[in-house]
């Protein structure tokens, strides 16, 4: 099997691939190359990313530069951008950049500029914000609001609560910000037993308004208002796209915000989807900040030379671990506790988006697109998996470093430094350790070394950086996604599991209605589950 993969360019790459693998190509030597680390790092649109210690040379890279004007990759991202419709599996475009676009430019669509309507939806965040803020919009019993509830799944929550998570340390609203996403009832339980009914505002967020877990919990969250006697109309918020069951006025809702079926959940943290409850919790003013930042990185990743260009060097890489070193997995290591949230968003971001076999072109990829992505904040992460990272089978890492903290406090030393000292001498040290190795007659305490990483810094975790720091990886994400020419922006994957529960699901209902209901004999395994879920026992 082969097709546009099968190109001179990449066989070149797989013949440099056996020239890096040899013996004297072993990062421990790459690194002592003079200017290594300024051949090999960039600056741009805020961040500083360092890929020094990547296992790859000026060769390589020449040719990976090679292969992304091959690929077209600089004309595929402008496309995107500008409004074509690149989602060809829907028929769709893919605008996530115009959400936020703050130029006078027009973003043309089917002939129709989209950016009205983004601009229109952003001013109604901002007002709603304000007049929550300000009290003029209140609960049901007249008090002010002090939880946030979003219930969503998916990219309906996991982008926001990574940007909640990171800028935590900037909400001075008096709200906080909880998450229902599982179906699980355990989620539910553990937020109703933390919130204050009256002060809690329900911000429902779904495209179709049919996911069946978002409905679920919706349909909870209305259950539990009723018995405390709260009226939802005050209570609830709903992010869907226009004449959506959450957009039906027979259900009157506090306030009801629109998606656009051109911004994909995995891509929409910079829509309403993250505008409304991002804006209650830390105020609009700072939301928009971080979207300019997420503005700053895609006007870079669109115009920045390719050598010069942060998230396409980044694909680059990726694309190199995976495809001509082998590497199956990518780990992301922030040593920066308020992004913690960060590797689960990009997981879903990335792992929906190129965990496809099949091309755009509807032909089987003839390699593997996609890697697993997985991370915790250093230096938990070095107390985990760490021992994996540097002895067993290998990953790349990124790094991410941040300058200066969100609290500067806190000053007591230990060992004559203070804790983000601390931080840094180990954000130093774990690359460093994973590109040399170390020999030792005990083989137990021999590392071997050679394990590729980057590192990616930001002055401070301001919402502009933040900003920046979500839009890299979405434009590294469609980049490697052009590169295997895979469409990015579908998710068919997810249903097939959805559609066998939706058969489960009836002979549950089945169930409920009548106790002597019988299921289905075909499936032993299947009746084994039912029946011990309905007996409450093993």
């Known amino acids: 099997?082969?097709?546009h993969l099968c190109s001179d360019k990449w066989n070149q790459l797989k013949e440099q691939a056996e020239v890096i693998n040899q013996p004297e190509n072993h990062l421990k030597n790459l690194i002592k190359e003079n200017a290594r680390l300024e051949k090999f790092s960039l600056k741009g649109g805020g961040i500083f990313y360092d890929f020094s210690r990547q296992r790859l040379d000026e060769n390589t890279l020449k040719l990976l530069l090679e292969l992304a004007e091959e690929r077209k990759l600089k004309a595929h991202f402008q496309a995107m951008m500008s409004g074509e419709k690149i989602n060809t599996t829907e028929k769709r475009a893919a605008l996530h950049t115009a959400s936020r676009d703050f130029s006078n430019n027009a973003v043309l669509l089917d002939g129709k500029d989209v950016m009205p309507e983004i601009r229109k939806v952003r001013d109604e965040i901002k007002a709603f914000a304000e007049k929550i803020h300000s009290g003029r919009i209140t609960g049901s019993t007249g008090k002010a609001f002090k939880h946030i509830v979003v219930i969503g799944i998916?990219?309906?929550y996991l982008g926001t609560e990574?940007?909640?998570e990171a800028l935590g340390a900037f909400a001075d609203k008096q709200i906080r910000i909880h998450y229902l996403a599982n179906v699980d009832i355990h989620n539910f339980g553990k937020i109703a037993a933390s919130i204050e009914p009256e002060t809690t505002l329900w911000i429902v967020v779904s495209k179709s308004y049919t996911t069946a877990e978002t409905s679920?919990?919706?349909?909870?969250?209305?259950?539990f208002m009723k018995s405390k006697g709260i009226d939802p109309a005050k209570h609830v918020v709903t992010v869907t796209a226009k004449d959506s069951p959450g957009d039906d006025p027979s259900n009157p809702v506090l306030a009801s915000f629109y998606m656009f079926d051109f911004i994909g959940g995995r891509y929409s943290v910079t829509s309403a989807v993250g505008g409304v409850p991002l804006s209650l919790y830390l105020g609009y003013e700072r939301f928009e900040r971080f979207l300019k930042g997420a503005e700053e990185m895609d006007i870079h990743a669109k115009t920045a030379p390719p050598e010069k260009n942060l998230p396409l060097i980044a694909a680059l890489i990726g694309i190199w671990n995976n495809n001509f070193l082998g590497y199956p997995a990518q780990a992301i290591i922030p040593y920066a506790d308020p992004l913690r949230k960060l590797a689960p968003h990009v997981q879903?971001?990335?792992?929906?988006?190129n965990g496809k076999s099949v091309t755009k072109h509807g032909e089987f990829l003839a390699e593997q697109s996609g890697v697993m992505i997985f991370g915790e904040p250093g230096t938990n992460a070095q107390h985990s998996f760490f021992q994996m990272a540097h002895q067993?089978?290998?990953?790349?890492?990124?790094?991410?470093?941040?300058?200066n903290p969100q609290y500067t406090q806190y000053q007591t030393t230990s060992k004559g430094v203070s804790n983000y000292q601390e931080l840094w001498a180990n954000l130093i040290a774990q690359p460093m350790a994973l590109a040399m190795g170390k020999d030792d007659a005990d083989k137990s305490k021999f590392f071997s070394g050679n394990r590729p990483s980057s590192t990616i810094l930001l002055n401070?975790?301001?919402p502009e950086n933040v900003g920046r720091l979500l839009a890299f990886y979405e434009a590294k994400t469609v980049f490697e996604a052009f590169v295997w020419g895979i469409n990015p922006f579908d998710q068919f994957g997810v249903e097939l599991g959805k559609k066998l529960a939706s058969g489960i699901r009836k002979e549950m209902a089945a169930k409920n209605q009548n106790k002597d209901h019988c299921f289905d004999q075909s499936d032993a395994i299947m009746k084994f589950y039912l029946e011990t879920l309905f007996s409450g026992k093993l």
Do not use: H, K
């Open 1 to 3: 099997m082969c097709n």
């Open 154 to 156: 998916g990219g309906s």
């Open 162 to 164: 990574f940007v909640s």
């Open 216 to 223: 679920a919990n919706t349909e909870q969250a209305y259950a």
């Open 348 to 353: 879903q971001l990335y792992m929906e988006s």
């Open 392 to 403: 067993g089978r290998p990953f790349p890492i990124d790094f991410i470093g941040v300058i």
């Open 460 to 462: 401070d975790l301001s």
